[in-house]
């Protein structure tokens, strides 16, 4: 359930956006396959989309060519571009427990022209150390350094009674954008966009979609 | 960008399923402020919906009384049933780097009734390992102990190129519920279904959201 707040950032509709990672994780695959060559007829078939969705989508990021098939090595370049893979974006972390590390130490942010400069952490024992190559800082230095460092996106991995905290001192320090792992609902002004990564929750939608899909076998 | 595939599997609308955990995060941090009465305009409000939307939502969760106002805790109790956050749910996990250790480690899954039995490695020095107080074993006996133990759900963190073979082997296992946290696209027969958690591709989606808001500020 990642969700940005409602604020309207863009005549691309959501649910689109939203695709667009899918298309680029699939052709990224088909790629490694050795395919060249793919039509949204393909496209939405093995994504289980229809074909009408795929061209629609794709001409979002100014594929359109439907007819005559697409190149899948441009149409991943438009996809990265048009995503803003291709341009670095810097990031700070709030929280460096278990996930926060294991999200420090997660390659898969390069590839995306991510790079999470610091974390912050109130364990005092952890400020000053380096984990997987990022410097750990004092949650009492949040501000200041978020501020100097100029970094636009937060992430927040503190636990849930902490987060709203985190997120106002963050919003305070300039951060324009948060990812939040925390299970709570943020509260941010109008020009602070958040996406909820929910973990628990996703787990939760995939058991009882898996119900509702048995209940409706069974019937 | 979490994603099921496309098996119709419940009359309810996927975007109001995936709203649903949103909800009941926003309801438990307003009972943990001590609120108890709500309605569909003020939970509109806050989290930046229409108060219809609010209305439609939770009609189908069975809660429709929209002019006398809501309990909180009855919602709440109402989104956690309708989740089946009330029924225990088995999981493995394959992957114990960085990222399945913190999902190892995380405490969230038990608050919605999700149970990780073991997790499985390539790496042998993990084997016979308990990492948080979960059994790791070797990962040439995931399709044996996965279907011994019955889990009904999968959940992926292994680097991308190996996704799609552990995905074939959890399926031959009987999983039929896969949370996929490495960032490529599974193919699945259709009556299994797949949550794709690409966290990095959260992040880029995130970035993009903001260029656009800026782009279209300054314009």
């Known amino acids: 359930m990642p969700e940005t707040s409602a604020v309207s950032c863009s005549a691309i509709p959501r649910p689109t956006l939203e695709r667009l990672p899918r298309y680029l994780n699939y052709l990224r695959t088909r790629r490694a396959e050795g395919c060249e060559q793919t039509s949204s007829s393909a496209i939405a078939q093995d994504l289980k989309l229809t074909a009408i969705q795929v061209r629609k989508d794709l001409a979002y990021v100014g594929s359109g060519k439907p007819r005559t098939g697409h190149s899948v090595s441009e149409l991943i370049d438009q996809l990265e571009s048009f995503l803003g893979y291709d341009d670095a974006k810097d990031a700070?972390?709030?929280?460096?427990?278990?996930?926060?590390?294991?999200?420090?130490?997660?390659?898969?942010?390069?590839?995306?022209?991510?790079?999470i400069l610091a974390a912050f952490d109130t364990d005092e024992a952890l400020a000053g150390q380096r984990i997987h190559g990022k410097p750990i800082f004092a949650a009492d230095r949040l501000i200041h350094l978020t501020a100097r460092l100029g970094a636009p996106l937060g992430i927040i991995t503190v636990?849930?009674?902490?987060?709203?905290?985190?997120?106002d001192q963050l919003v305070s320090a300039g951060v324009?954008?948060?990812?939040?792992?925390?299970?709570?609902?943020?509260?941010?002004?109008?020009?602070v966009l958040v996406r909820n990564v929910d973990i628990a929750a996703q787990m939760a939608l995939l058991s009882s979609s898996l119900r509702e899909l048995h209940i409706k076998r069974d019937s």
Do not use: R
């Open 92 to 115: 700070v972390l709030v929280g460096a427990g278990h996930l926060g590390q294991a999200l420090l130490a997660y390659h898969g942010f390069a590839d995306y022209g991510l790079n």
């Open 159 to 167: 636990p849930a009674k902490y987060a709203q905290d985190v997120c």
């Open 176 to 191: 324009c954008g948060i990812l939040n792992f925390a299970p709570v609902h943020l509260t941010v002004p109008d020009n």
